[in-house]
Structure formats: structure tokens, C-alpha cells
């Protein structure tokens, strides 16, 4: 990033690939316990046709001092402070899990300020209009760790790495705390497109419950299914990749379909 950007823009967000000159801008939001780094791969698979941006959460790598979020809305509201108000670069967003939920969160605060996102990618979780009561943060690290090794996301060697543990799970406790106490306020519904993702094998989130998210919007809306659990989106990176691709070349600013 260069010096015109504030503070804010650099404490929050990351860029890891250089992007060609007009080119579209993807902002993506991790999922509990992620970080920007999650998101190089997409980076390298999109640039420098798209302007790739990573939100690094407060509490984890080069933020590991900070105290984590509170919320999924504290979140929202970090990311958006920190975007350029005068940029008019055609934004579209992609959040998985947990980062779905900031990624919508976030499309709110943008659409009431009159920049609505070109797109909305929502990825990994169901629509925030479907509550199920969930209490993995209220217990002790072995179960919370155990959470984490089940949704096959993370490296169980690294999960067995005590000292490197005490680092990352205040982070993540505070993740599933914001994410299992998060709830829908009310609202309008959005305009832009939502174009959501999920695995067919996800013990989190079935196929019909991704396709909730087809209640928060007027505009157009499509649900992708992919072969694979709660983390299909490694191991089918080349998809995705190629379905964001094919969106933001269809899709002009705004959101409206290219000529």
C-alpha cells in the first residue's frame, strides 16, 4: 500500500499481489481464527486482473497485540473506516464463514452510505435469518480445539502446538463468541447480488440453509454447491476462483449485468 492511504486502510487491510491499472477490487473476509494471509492463494489466482484486498482482523499475526473483536458488527465496522469513502473502484466482497457474516454486515454499512458492492460472495455459512443455538465459546479449550480440528480448516500440527496455541486461541475464542451471539438486527433488505457458496458435506451449514440468504436481498441471487465440507474452498480453489472470475466479468459497478 502507498502513503495515500490513512492509518486505518493499513492497520486493516492487506495487499499481496500487484493489479493491473482499472482493475476490479475483491475485499475478503476470513473466516474464526483466520487471518489475511488465508487468502494469498486467491490473491496469486486473481492478479492482476482483480485488485485482490485481505481484511486482517485485530488480535492475530502482525495484530496479535490487540484485543480481538467483540462482534461480527465491530468487525463490519473496522473494515468499513478503513475503506476510502472516495474511491471509486468497483468493490466486490467475499466472506467465508464467519466472514460471510462480516461480508454482509458490511454491505449494509456500504449500501446506507450509498456505495453499494458490485457483489456480495457469501460462503460457508446460512443465511443469518436461521438461528441455532451454539456454545462452543462458553467451553474449555480442548473442546473449542476440538471444534476447529473437526471442520478439517486447520493443520492438526499446528493444533498440537502448545505455545503457538496460546497465541491463537484468544483470537479464536472471541471469533466463535462473535459469531454464535451474532443476530440479524433489522433492517432493509439489500440490492446488490448475492452469489453464495457451500459444501455439500458441511457439518455447519446444509445446501437449503445456504440458500436462506436469498431473504436478504432484492437483487439477484444464485447458490453454487461444491463437492467437499465446511473448508471445500482449498481444495476447490480453482472453481471458485474461476465462479468469481465469471461473476465480476458479468457483473458491471453496481452491480448491474456488463454490456
Given amino acids: 500500500m502507498t502513503d495515500r492511504y490513512g492509518a486505518a486502510h493499513r492497520l486493516w487491510l492487506r495487499s499481496f499481489h500487484q493489479a493491473a491499472p482499472g482493475a476490479p477490487r475483491l475485499l475478503c473476509l476470513p473466516?474464526?481464527?483466520g487471518s489475511a494471509s488465508f487468502y494469498v492463494p486467491v490473491s496469486k489466482a486473481l492478479s492482476p486482473a482483480?485488485?485482490?484486498?485481505?481484511a486482517q482482523y485485530p488480535g492475530r499475526?502482525?495484530?496479535?497485540a490487540e484485543t480481538p473483536a467483540g462482534s461480527v458488527r465491530e468487525l463490519a465496522q473496522g473494515v468499513f473506516r478503513a475503506l476510502d469513502e472516495g474511491d471509486g473502484t468497483p468493490l466486490a466482497l467475499?466472506?467465508?464463514s464467519m466472514g460471510a457474516l462480516v461480508g454482509?454486515?458490511?454491505?449494509?454499512?456500504?449500501?446506507?452510505?450509498?456505495?453499494p458492492p458490485a457483489v456480495v460472495f457469501l460462503s460457508g455459512r446460512r443465511g443469518p435469518s436461521l438461528h441455532r443455538t451454539e456454545t462452543v465459546h462458553e467451553g474449555g479449550d480442548a473442546r473449542l480445539i476440538e471444534e476447529v480440528g473437526r471442520l478439517d480448516g486447520t493443520d492438526t500440527a499446528l493444533l498440537q502446538d502448545k505455545e503457538l496455541l496460546e497465541m491463537i486461541l484468544p483470537a479464536l475464542r472471541a471469533d466463535y463468541r462473535a459469531v454464535e451471539t451474532y443476530r440479524r438486527a433489522p433492517g432493509p433488505r439489500l440490492h446488490c447480488p448475492l452469489v453464495v457458496l457451500t459444501g455439500d458435506a458441511d457439518p455447519r451449514v446444509t445446501p437449503e440453509e445456504a440458500r436462506a440468504w436469498d431473504q436478504e436481498t432484492d437483487g439477484p441471487f444464485e447458490l453454487h454447491v461444491y463437492p467437499g465440507g465446511h473448508f471445500y474452498l482449498t481444495a476447490?480453489?480453482?472453481a471458485v476462483v474461476d465462479r468469481i472470475e465469471a461473476t465480476l466479468r458479468r457483473l458491471g459497478p453496481g452491480g448491474q449485468a456488463a454490456s
Fill in 94 to 96: 467475499f466472506g467465508h
Fill in 31 to 33: 473466516h474464526a481464527g
Fill in 104 to 115: 454482509f454486515e458490511l454491505a449494509r454499512l456500504l449500501e446506507a452510505a450509498g456505495r
Fill in 236 to 238: 476447490q480453489q480453482q
Fill in 50 to 54: 482483480v485488485d485482490v484486498l485481505a
Fill in 61 to 64: 499475526q502482525d495484530r496479535l
